[in-house]
Every structure is written in structure tokens, then in C-alpha cells.
């Protein structure tokens, strides 16, 4: 790009940049050198969402945690398609070994109108501009006989619990069977999260919280929850500072701290 892209969202699209932001930092957990690429191409204060040290740690994980699910997918079903919901700017498409599988990104129109100055469609490569809550969308996605995977990272707290359940709901009835990955927020943590400094600063609503998973099984029969995962869970304990080390594992020993967020796989 001969001049820097000029960044123009509102609100929750804005919020994309905090994860961005994060994982393009040098860092011995995660290494994303699209992210590096894509923030020196556009024009953006960072600065100004005062992104807390302890969150960019998080993302990291999060984001590592959820490539380490897709991989393992993949490599036990080479041919899945695999849907990233709330794609962002994120580079797991890249990230993460391909094999023979197709990949469908879907945001906002707004954002993979952005998203397309840094990623080029290829024949198993695609993008879908939709809201993840309009879900005509589904119907634009033929798996034809592929296996389905579903990732959305740092999505669905920022929906409704009722489109989150038609969400859901609607990924079951079309993918039966599919995987789904994404992370949660209990409901306590949904009530305070507004004070992030990073959300007070885009504007950004947090809606949906939950704390007992096994509340989505009641959702219909054949939904299943296979792992709640926890960051002190994290294999690359060892590999943080001793602050975060000690923090994570003090976490482990209280209930409602440990549940603040974390990660849920099902089958649908």
C-alpha cells in the first residue's frame, strides 16, 4: 500500500483493533506477523483504547487456544469447512495449517470491506458481509458434505442471549453435527465489564453473560458441550512472567474469578 488505510468504525466494529493490536505485539506466546503487517498499513491512534497490559495477555491466549481447536479439526477432518464468525481483522485463516478445507470469514459489511484491502479470496478462500444475528446468511453456505466447524472469538457477548440462542439454534438445525468454539463471559463479568478502558473508549455494549454452560444443552437435543476450558488451564503457564503465572493460578481457586471468561466447545 502506497499510503496508509485510514480506520473509520463505530462502536462494536471499532473493538476489532483492540485483539489486532494485541496480537501483533511482540510476545513469546504468539507470533502473527499478519497483524504486524496490517498495523503498519493503516492510520490509527492504538493509544486512545488503552488496551491493559493483562487483556493483550488474554487475547493471546484466547486466540492461541482457539487456533490450537481449529487445527485439531482440521487435522482430524482435512476437508472441513470452516466458518469464522465476527472474522474481524484476524489472520487465523493464515495462522492456522489448512489442509484441504475451505474457509468462510463473515463481519460486518463495514469491516470486510476493510478486511478485503489485506486478504485476497481464493478458491477456498472466501468472505461473507453479513451481521451474524441476520441469519439469511446461513443459507449461503452449501457445506456439500464437508464437515462444519464454527469459530467466533469475541463475539457473542456483545449479541443478545436471544440471538445467541437463534444462533445457535439455526447452526444446529443447518450443520447438525458441526463444531462450534467461542468465548463467554460469565454474568457477573458481562454486568462490569463496561469499565474496560478499552470498551469506555469505543462506545461498546456488552450484552450476554453466562454461567453454567449446560443451559445451552436445554437449548434442543443433540447440543452437547464437550470442553469448558479456563485460562489457568493454559499450557504457556510457564512460559509468562511470574506475575501472570501467580495471578492465573490464584484464579483456579476462586470459582467466580475463574469463570470470568473462558472458552466453550460444542457439538451441535
Not at 23 to 47: S, V
Not at 230 to 255: E, G, K, N, V
Request: charged share 25%; proline share 4%.
Amino acid at each position: 500500500m502506497s499510503t496508509k488505510e485510514k480506520i473509520l468504525l463505530a462502536k462494536e466494529q471499532e473493538t476489532l483493533l483492540i485483539p489486532l493490536y494485541a496480537k501483533a505485539q511482540d510476545n513469546p506466546l504468539f507470533d502473527d506477523q499478519k497483524a504486524r503487517q496490517i498495523l503498519d498499513e493503516i492510520q490509527y491512534d492504538f493509544q486512545r483504547l488503552k488496551i491493559p497490559e493483562k487483556t493483550k495477555v488474554t487475547l493471546r491466549m484466547r486466540a492461541k487456544k482457539l487456533d490450537g481447536y481449529t487445527a485439531e479439526f482440521i487435522a482430524s477432518h482435512p476437508d472441513t469447512l470452516v466458518l469464522h464468525l465476527g472474522c474481524g481483522l484476524d489472520s487465523r485463516c493464515l495462522r492456522v495449517p489448512r489442509l484441504s478445507s475451505r474457509w468462510i470469514d463473515l463481519d460486518l459489511p463495514e469491516v470486510i470491506e476493510l478486511r478485503r484491502k489485506f486478504y485476497p479470496e481464493t478458491d477456498s478462500y472466501r468472505m461473507i458481509a453479513a451481521s451474524v444475528t441476520d441469519l439469511a446468511w446461513v443459507d449461503m453456505v452449501s457445506p456439500d458434505g464437508r464437515p462444519v466447524f464454527v469459530v467466533a472469538e469475541g463475539l457473542l457477548m456483545y449479541l443478545h442471549e436471544s440471538d445467541v440462542r437463534a444462533l445457535i439454534l439455526r447452526l444446529h438445525q443447518k450443520f447438525s453435527g458441526c463444531g462450534f468454539v467461542f468465548d463467554a463471559f460469565s454474568k457477573m463479568t458481562a454486568d462490569r465489564v463496561h469499565a474496560h478502558p478499552s470498551l469506555q473508549k469505543t462506545g461498546a455494549s456488552i450484552h450476554w453473560g453466562i454461567d453454567d454452560p449446560h443451559l445451552i444443552e436445554q437449548w434442543s437435543e443433540g447440543i452437547h458441550l464437550k470442553e469448558e476450558w479456563f485460562f489457568s488451564q493454559s499450557d504457556d503457564l510457564d512460559r509468562l512472567s511470574w506475575f501472570y503465572r501467580l495471578m492465573f493460578r490464584l484464579t483456579a481457586s476462586i470459582p467466580a474469578v475463574q469463570r470470568a471468561q473462558r472458552l466453550f466447545y460444542f457439538t451441535l
